[in-house]
């Protein structure tokens, strides 16, 4: 595992460490923020969906 403390965008550290491992398949979960929350924040599953140079999981937390 790779551990270490980062100040970058969490996205461009994900996507970064998904090049340098190359899985087969990444799971990634998604706390499923809409309209103007994901516009200002961004949302980090997203990303890695649209970049990741694997298939990817996507998951939805169970309500509660």
């Known amino acids: 595992a790779i551990r270490g403390t980062y100040t970058m965008d969490v996205k461009a550290v994900l996507l970064d460490m998904l090049a340098e491992l190359e899985p087969d398949l990444v799971a990634i979960g998604t706390r499923g923020l809409g309209g103007i929350r994901r ?3 961004g949302s ?3 990303a890695v969906v649209h970049h990741a140079n694997c298939s ?3 998951t939805h937390a169970a309500d509660s």
Request: charged fraction near 10%.
């Open 44 to 46: 980090t599953a997203r």
């Open 39 to 41: 516009l200002l924040l």
């Open 56 to 58: 990817t999981l996507v």
